[in-house]
């Protein structure tokens, strides 16, 4: 056994190390993920009609396969078609996902292809958002991911996010488009808000060209291989990310626990 196995080696770059047990994303004991369908498994199949019917599968969705890899308990605040206004303009709170009782120690914030690609979502500007009351942040894409980051922090406030970006898809030029401005704003609300992390999987993640769309595709949505290999994408990048950052994640096991501790615990 050599210690460097579990530290960042030089040049190491997000996913180069595909870890079989999601690696250090078992420090957390229970995640939530907010998202649409990637989120919530959904399968899209043809009908004796030759209409689409689209099934949300939660069983198959990367947050429950991380669960199983990794033993963590995972939460899905998703469905599909969700979008970051819907989200915080009724459907979280309605369906459960600011109880109390289901806070978690991470959260992965998935959303941003309904709201740019499919509804034209104004995205707005970092100014967008109201660090004393997040109920008056700007009705724009900026504004009301920085509201699911706000709210989540009154309920844990020591918690760690993470947001999830749009893989590069080379054959979908609009897709391409949002992906870019999307980057953009996630990395800007991890600058904005402590604790919080970007997945870039834009520029990391193998692209989901035609190729991988045929492979792990069901026509428009992920098959259950897909979404097996999404999850593997993303424990790895937390894996990474945790390693890279390891000071960051050393009282990951108080989070939520509302023990008293001294100051300067990591010095």
Not at 41 to 61: H, K, W
Not at 71 to 97: P, Q
Request: hydrophobic share 40%.
């Amino acid at each position: 056994m050599d210690i460097k196995d579990f530290l960042i080696a030089e040049g190491e770059k997000p996913l180069d190390r595909m870890p079989t047990d999601g690696g250090f994303m078992s420090i957390f004991r229970t995640v939530a993920c907010v998202g649409d369908s990637l989120s919530s498994g959904e399968f899209q199949v043809l009908n004796p009609l030759g209409d689409y019917v689209y099934t949300d599968q939660f069983a198959y969705s990367w947050g429950q396969y991380i669960a199983r890899m990794s033993g963590v308990k995972v939460y899905n605040f998703s469905r599909g078609g969700m979008s970051a206004r819907e989200f915080m303009t009724g459907w979280a709170k309605e369906n459960g996902c600011f109880d109390e009782e289901k806070r978690a120690q991470a959260y992965f914030i998935a959303l941003g292809v309904n709201d740019l690609v499919n509804q034209n979502q104004e995205i707005g500007s970092i100014a967008d958002i109201n660090l004393q009351d997040e109920t008056q942040n700007a009705p724009t894409y900026y504004g009301y991911m920085g509201q699911i980051i706000q709210t989540y922090r009154k309920i844990a406030p020591d918690s760690k996010i993470f947001l999830v970006g749009m893989p590069f898809e080379p054959h979908k030029e609009r897709f391409v488009t949002c992906a870019k401005q999307q980057r953009e704003v996630l990395y800007a609300l991890a600058k904005l808000f402590e604790n919080t992390y970007v997945l870039d999987l834009f520029e990391y993640a193998p692209p989901f060209d035609e190729e991988f769309h045929k492979t792990f595709f069901l026509h428009g949505h992920m098959a259950p291989t897909g979404y097996y290999v999404f999850a593997k994408i993303v424990a790895a990048y937390v894996d990474y990310i945790v390693r890279k950052n390891p000071k960051d994640f050393k009282l990951a096991g108080m989070i939520n626990l509302n023990v008293p501790m001294l100051e300067n615990q990591l010095d």
